[in-house]
């Protein structure tokens, strides 16, 4: 690692112009995932850290139709919110099931949204072929060993990084939005549209622009959502990140799903919004066949390499747990 300039700004509009002003420059939050990539992968090499830790980004506010999150309030803080406990199981759930409590106790919401993903290779800088990572190098991750955390949806030739975020998922399916302070002020992006599959541009992840920083999170609170669960399997029960995770909300009236939301982790180079199962289960009798439908449709096109062949059945298998768990049990 090389000398790098620090610098902590007191408010928001000076932190993005120093950011703007240097290409080589990048913001330092939590630093759980990025302090990691400085100092003990060298994957990051930046000439300039703009600790945006004093920034007054931090905070949770609700009405009745939304929850805003600032982007600096942490894992556990969420976590312990009223709202979110009696609104949002399924967030609340994914943030627990997230990390350790001293991980979550320091990381933050908007650094969650951008953490990176595990992916060995990427963070290995003695193999030379990540795309992610040097762009047109190829993907060690295709023919390497130990795929089986890696991505089926979303991934192809160039990357099958995935997106190891818990929390992300449930906010996917509740239509979350990023608010966003950049050069031309403050925006809002659906978090549906904030994340770029790799296509050919792996080392692509978001649309987020140089010298933009997330400033909160807003989260609907959907009546569907008090009906929820978020579902995570992984290799043992303490902190470990998820093979499949499913985060699933239902309105069900009179034995018809009127409303389904889903979310997929652990399987998606991006966290996943599960559309196809949406669509299979909205207007649906709320049974185990509709819900194993939904799951088959949802998977019918994975992409796998030796090492992530188990993950399509695991996945159908899992949404259809957690559709029943949602419904009450068993159908």
């Known amino acids: 690692m090389r000398a790098f300039e620090y610098l902590r700004p007191g408010d928001v509009d000076t932190a993005v112009t120093l950011v703007r002003a240097d290409p080589a420059a ?13 100092l003990k992968d060298g994957i990051l ?24 999150v600032g982007a600096l309030t942490t894992m556990e803080e969420l976590a312990a919110d009223p709202t979110v406990a009696r609104r949002l199981p399924l967030v609340r759930t994914a943030l627990l099931a997230g990390a350790s409590t001293q991980l979550r106790n320091m990381s933050t919401i908007g650094g969650n949204l951008l953490q990176r993903t595990r992916c060995r290779y990427f963070r290995d800088p003695t193999v030379p072929d990540c795309n992610k990572r040097a762009p047109g190098s190829g993907c060690a991750a295709i023919t390497g060993a130990g795929a089986r955390m890696h991505a089926i949806l979303g991934a192809g030739e160039n990357c099958i990084a995935l997106h190891a975020s818990d929390l992300c998922v449930p906010l996917v399916a509740l239509d979350a939005v990023v608010r966003v302070r950049g050069g031309d002020g403050e925006r809002a992006i659906p978090l549906t549209e904030f994340y770029v599959l790799p296509g050919d541009r792996p080392d692509v992840e978001t649309v987020l622009r ?23 399997i992984r290799d043992r029960a303490s902190y470990e990140f998820a093979l499949v995770s499913v985060a699933a909300a239902l309105t069900i009236e009179d034995g018809v799903v009127t409303e389904a939301r889903m ?12 559309r196809a199962a949406e669509q299979v289960l909205t207007g649906g009798p709320a049974t185990v ?8 449709t949802e998977l019918r096109d994975p992409f796998t ?5 188990f993950k399509p059945e695991l996945a ?4 259809v747990r957690a559709l029943e768990t949602v419904a009450g049990g068993p159908t």
């Open 26 to 38: 990048q913001y330092l939050a939590g630093g759980t995932t990025q302090v990691d990539l400085m």
């Open 45 to 68: 090499d930046p000439e300039r850290v703009v600790d945006i830790t004093r920034l007054p980004l931090r905070g949770i506010t609700a009405d009745e139709r939304t929850l805003r």
């Open 210 to 232: 140089h010298g933009d920083l997330i400033t909160a999170v807003e989260v609907p609170l959907l009546p569907a959502a008090a009906r929820s669960v978020y579902l995570k």
């Open 263 to 274: 979310g997929l982790g652990g399987v998606g180079t991006i966290p996943w919004r599960a």
């Open 289 to 296: 066949e509709t819900y194993r439908a939904a799951a088959v």
């Open 305 to 309: 390499v030796p090492g992530t062949g």
């Open 316 to 319: 159908r298998r899992t949404i």
